[in-house]
Antibody
Framework: QVQLQESGPGLVKPSGTLSLTCAVS?????????WSWIRQPPGKGLEWIGE???????NYNPSLKSRVTISVDKSKNQFSLKLSSVTAADTAVYYC??????????????WGQGTMVTVSS | VIWMTQSPSLLSASTGDRVTISCRMS??????LAWYQQKPGKAPELLIY???TLQSGVPSRFSGSGSGTDFTLTISCLQSEDFATYYC?????????FGQGTKVEIK
């Protein structure tokens, strides 16, 4: 059974870069799935950040595209998120998720537990 | 960007009730819609995809319907474990977007 686990600093300074990693276990990141990052500010709704395929192909949310980089490391079976020039508005729980394969591709069928990232000096 | 309007934002109901949640799109998305349940402090869980297909392991009291711009999630007989927040999500186009959420609380 595939499981996802986010890791990274819980506190980032304003104007700095947020860096998170999602480790994939119980399955291969080189499967026919896309892999996504999604965030949720405290008490608010969900925002899709972007996605990556094991080939390195990516799709990003235009609202964040200038600041976001998602990469994949097949040797470590993980993918990563970098968000630059962060402000307090980037404070959120960050989730990694697996995009469903086949019918329903585009829905998110497996999620990590989420990691809280606070932007503060 | 496809905007989604979920209603109601808050729904008060009792165990055993039949509840419906609506999700309306700013443009047609065929059946490229998913529904999620989220409990406090937890990640969302996929309930339904392709507007009406139940994800494996999800109880049959959950059902989805609709296509185009109007969609509905129905819980036929509300159980105690169903009190949570529900989100719709479209995957017809990029960026993927979510509804604002509907909190189902105990009346």
């Amino acid at each position: 059974q595939v499981q996802l686990q986010e890791s990274g600093p819980g506190l980032v300074k304003p104007s700095g870069t947020l860096s998170l990693t999602c480790a994939v276990s119980g399955g291969s990141i080189s499967s026919s799935n896309w892999w996504s990052w999604i965030r949720q500010p405290p008490g608010k709704g969900l925002e899709w950040i972007g996605e990556i395929y094991h080939s390195g192909s990516t799709n990003y949310n235009p609202s964040l595209k200038s600041r976001v980089t998602i990469s994949v490391d097949k040797s470590k079976n993980q993918f990563s998120l970098k968000l630059s020039s962060v402000t307090a508005a980037d404070t959120a729980v960050y989730y990694c998720a697996r995009n469903k394969d086949g019918e329903g591709s585009g829905a998110f069928d497996i999620w990590g537990q989420g990691t809280m990232v606070t932007v503060s000096s | 960007v496809i905007w989604m309007t979920q209603s109601p934002s808050l729904l008060s109901a009792s165990t055993g009730d039949r509840v419906t949640i609506s999700c309306r799109m700013s443009q047609g998305i065929s059946s490229y819609l998913a529904w999620y349940q989220q409990k406090p402090g937890k990640a969302p869980e996929l309930l339904i995809y392709a507007a009406s297909t139940l994800q494996s392991g999800v109880p049959s009291r959950f059902s989805g319907s609709g296509s185009g711009t109007d969609f509905t999630l129905t819980i036929s007989c509300l159980q105690s474990e169903d009190f949570a927040t529900y989100y719709c999500q479209q995957y017809y186009s990029f960026p993927r977007t979510f509804g604002q959420g509907t909190k189902v609380e105990i009346k």
